[in-house]
């Protein structure tokens, strides 16, 4: 099992910053793909950015140039640091990480970006 934990969100005004934090515990050694993504009301959710297994960040078009994701081995932990944030951005933003087996998911962050 892994268990996933978000923070960092919170309500912030157009054009601000953010940085959402991811904390990973339990069989983290079988984590092979980590992502965040955001699920608006009434929307799908989807994905924000995602490492890759060839070592490389993949982001979603409407956040690159904006969002950077980052990890930290030591800590066990990713990051989305979010900046330029506009209020297409407001959702509830998730930690998913995945094995060969299951996928987990965190039980999310509320972002919201007020015009």
């Known amino acids: 099992q892994v268990q996933l934990v978000e923070s960092g969100g919170g309500l912030v005004q157009a054009g601000g910053s953010l940085r959402l934090s991811c904390a990973a515990s339990?069989?983290?050694?079988?984590?092979?793909?980590v992502g965040w993504y955001r699920q608006a009301p009434g929307r799908q959710r989807e994905l924000v950015a995602a490492?890759?297994?060839?070592?490389?960040?993949d982001y979603a078009d409407s956040v690159k140039g904006r969002f950077t994701m980052s990890g930290d081995n030591a800590k066990s932990t990713v990051y989305l640091q979010m900046n330029s944030l506009k209020p297409e951005d407001t959702a509830v933003y998730y930690c998913?990480?995945?094995?060969?087996?299951?996928?987990?998911w965190g039980q999310g962050t509320q972002v919201t970006v007020s015009s």
């Open positions: 998913r990480a995945s094995n060969e087996r299951n996928a987990y």
């Open positions: 490492f890759t297994t060839d070592g490389s960040t």
């Open positions: 339990g069989s983290i050694f079988s984590i092979n793909t």
